[in-house]
């Protein structure tokens, strides 16, 4: 078999199985809890993004692992201020008729 094709199966195999692991957990909070949770989504975009600049500096692949948790702590509370209040902030005006939002209200 040629090689290039057993590499663009594995490719698609392993694009697939990250999806599949990101929508089941998508699934599983928003089924359990009733609420839209993205922190699988922050998770995995952060570590992507560590796995790209450790490969783009010249590191290996592998040295992205210990990366990730020594940076995502340091940029947890900026994702959380820049994306995820003006989410929130967005979703309190749509339901600001119906009923009282935000730190001095009920979700």
């Given at each position: 078999?040629d090689?290039?094709?057993?590499?663009?199966?594995?490719?698609?195999?392993?694009?697939v199985?990250?999806?599949?692991?990101?929508?089941?957990?998508?699934?599983?909070?928003f089924?359990l809890?009733?609420v839209?949770?993205?922190?699988?989504?922050?998770?995995i975009?952060?570590?992507a993004?560590?796995?790209?600049?450790?490969?783009?500096?010249?590191w290996?692949?592998?040295?992205?692992?210990?990366?990730?948790?020594?940076?995502?702590?340091?940029?947890?509370?900026d994702?959380?201020?820049?994306?995820?209040?003006?989410?929130?902030?967005?979703?309190?005006?749509?339901y600001?008729?119906?009923?009282p939002?935000?730190?001095?209200g009920?979700h």
């Amino acid at each position: 078999m040629d090689p290039l094709i057993v590499t663009q199966a594995l490719n698609v195999a392993y694009g697939v199985t990250t999806l599949a692991v990101l929508v089941l957990g998508l699934a599983v909070i928003f089924g359990l809890l009733g609420v839209l949770n993205i922190a699988h989504g922050e998770f995995i975009i952060t570590g992507a993004y560590c796995a790209y600049v450790t490969q783009a500096s010249g590191w290996p692949f592998l040295a992205a692992f210990p990366c990730f948790p020594t940076i995502f702590p340091d940029m947890a509370p900026d994702i959380q201020r820049k994306l995820v209040a003006g989410i929130d902030a967005a979703i309190c005006a749509s339901y600001m008729l119906a009923e009282p939002c935000g730190p001095y209200g009920a979700h």
